[in-house]
Every structure is written in C-alpha cells, then in structure tokens.
C-alpha cells in the first residue's frame, strides 16, 4: 500500500452512463454501500495505522460517508458495535 497516514476512497454504487468495449458497465461492482463498508473494513484490518474515509455515491450527486477510522481503534475497544456514524450528501 501506498499511504502511509490516509487513505480516501469514493466508491460508484450505481451504474455508469459508459459501456466497456465487451459491453459490460463500466462500473464493473455496483453493490450498496454496506457492503462496500464490510470489504474495506477487511482489508483495513492489514493496515491499522492508516485512517480510511470511505465515500460511497449512490448517484452521481447523492451518497454517504462514513466515518473515517484506523482499524487499531478497533482492537483497542472494549466492546465490539457493527455500527458506524454516516453522513447523507446530496448536491
């Protein structure tokens, strides 16, 4: 991995207006932003020094973020929560 500190990440969770030349979307994985969520949050796991800001667009306009959080965090708590703070965005 490249980042040392920071790490932001805008994930397309809709389908794109482009078509790749095999006629696929060019938004390749359109899934929800949760699950998105759950795939970096794994991931994260083998970077705990580094803060993650996942945004997640729903349309090219309109999304959510997440709060930004560095894994460790995670292994320093006391209790374990599957729940996370979001932020809706709509230009």
Not at 1 to 10: P, Q, W, Y
Not at 21 to 39: C, Y
């Amino acid at each position: 991995m490249l980042s040392k500190k920071l790490l932001v990440i805008n994930v397309a969770c809709y389908n794109a207006a482009a078509l790749l030349p095999n006629g696929e979307n060019a938004h390749i994985t359109v899934r929800s932003p949760d699950w998105w969520k759950g795939v970096i949050d794994a991931v994260a796991i083998k970077y705990p020094d580094i803060k993650v800001l996942l945004i997640c667009s729903q349309t090219f306009s309109k999304g959510v973020i997440f709060q930004p959080f560095k894994s460790k965090d995670w292994h320093s708590s006391n209790r374990y929560s599957t729940s996370y703070k979001t932020i809706n965005f709509n230009s």
